[in-house]
């Protein structure tokens, strides 16, 4: 026969206030409103555009070929940045190529070019921008990109504007797994917070 203490879930009740209000309570103590939540939109890194190892740029083939890796220490980034901790700047127009590499050892990651800003929520849903911009199975813990194993995505960024690369897999753009890309009108090139 098992047993069962109740003084587990009784000691709970105690500390979390568990039970109703004496008759007459609410009554004697002014309701307080709670302070409302706000979240701040993060804010992009500032400086100058960089060119480093990794982002190569092709002026006269007009190409971009970039290497970002992910995993690692913390988990949840790419190239050591979290929670667009790099701003990433392309021309309209150009040809873009990522190879994504997933050092990390246990999980599988992913990347797209999103439209949706942050903050993000635990599941992102797996739509990109442009055509061809988002790696295989991008939302699958065993079929995107698995650990050891290195996707390229290639694809043209014709509409200038503000985009966001994100990790698909539940959870990880939530933890910080995503970056700020942006589309230049005026050829801007580079990468910010490098």
Known sequence: MK??????????????GGGEPAEGAADSAP??????ATVSAPVAPTGPLT??????????????????????????HYNDAQHGGQAITVPVGYT????LVND???M?????????PPPFGGVVEAVTVFDGAITE????????????????????????GDY??????????????WLYFNVSSDGSVGVQGA
């Open 3 to 16: 047993r069962f203490s109740i003084f587990p879930a009784l000691a709970f009740a105690v500390a979390c």
């Open 31 to 36: 309701a307080v409103a709670a302070p409302a």
């Open 51 to 76: 060119m480093p190892d990794w982002f190569h740029v092709d002026a006269d083939a007009q190409t971009v070929h970039m290497t970002l890796t992910a995993g690692g220490t913390p988990p949840w």
């Open 96 to 99: 873009i190529t990522i190879d």
């Open 104 to 106: 990390d050892p246990v």
């Open 108 to 116: 599988a990651h992913s990347l797209g070019i999103s439209a949706d």
């Open 137 to 160: 199975n991008p939302a699958s813990m065993v079929d995107s990109t698995m650990p050891g194993e290195t996707e390229a995505v290639t694809f043209v960024a014709e509409t200038a």
């Open 164 to 177: 966001w690369i994100v990790c698909y897999i539940t959870g990880h753009s939530f933890s910080g797994m």
